[in-house]
């Protein structure tokens, strides 16, 4: 079964920390509502990520975005790496250049999640997680906006090494669109949302929308909307007390009934299945 992990509270929408392990056993498949790179510095891992196995070693990065599946087992130890999350949210309202949100956004099939990096480069972008540690360990005035600005350091580094992670393409039109409309599910997932008001709102074609949408997201407008739900209901189910009655109302189910065919069909399991089985586990 998939679980939702995070470490990440609503009052710290970045995080970064340096961590070596000379044993780990993992904790199985996962995701989390934050996007997540991790640059191994030592080691060998191996992450699989919706499926798909990424053998990463020492100098590699491992891009994770928000709501993958994925689970990490150590090959080679000691195993030394950087790891920086950031929430969608945060994502979405902070990185307003097209080409550097698609690292994030894109979750088609032909999405990178392994990158080799040159020695140099790594190490280069080593000191800037390094900066951004020190800010979120000392957090003096103004850190979270220095973080921002290291995030978008990272992120120009990364586009000027190697232009393809970033693949806006025949999309930076429409990206900008994609990302305010995943930005206004993220804040009225609970409402009644249709794909027809999306493109009203936002003055483009439904047709197109449509199309484009499910190209850069990988899900159809209407499915990417189910997900969401579904992902707020597990963590409803999995961190409060609240009935599946509340939970369906809180995440946009005004049936209950409806709500848990809908949580069956996407998951496998009921939503009381799916809380017994799926206590918090710390990452």
Known sequence: MVR???????????????????????????????????LVREGL??????????????DSLIIIRAFDTHNVSIRKYPYKRYVFTVTNQLALTALREPKLLSLFLYHRADARNLVLLREEFARRLSAV???????????????????????????????????SLFSAGDYVNIIDTVSEIQNYVAQHFREHIVLDDMASKYFVSKYYLSRKFKEITGFGFKNFLIRYRINEAQHLLQYTNKSVAEISSV????????????????QGISPLQYRKTAAPVPQ
């Open 129 to 163: 997680f390094e900066e951004t540690i020190r800010e979120c360990e000392e957090k003096k005035p103004m850190w979270s906006s220095r973080v921002i600005m290291l995030i978008i350091q990272i992120l120009i580094e990364l586009y000027r090494e190697d232009p």
């Open 45 to 58: 891992a191996n992450f699989r990520i919706n499926g798909v196995d990424y053998p990463a070693g020492k």
């Open 4 to 38: 939702e992990i995070n470490n990440l509270s609503d009052m710290l929408p970045i995080l970064t920390y340096f961590q070596k392990n000379s044993d780990y056993n993992g904790i199985g498949v996962h995701f989390h509502r934050y996007h997540q790179l991790v």
């Open 251 to 266: 995440v946009g189910y005004e049936n209950p009934e409806h709500f848990i065919r809908i949580f069956h069909e996407t």
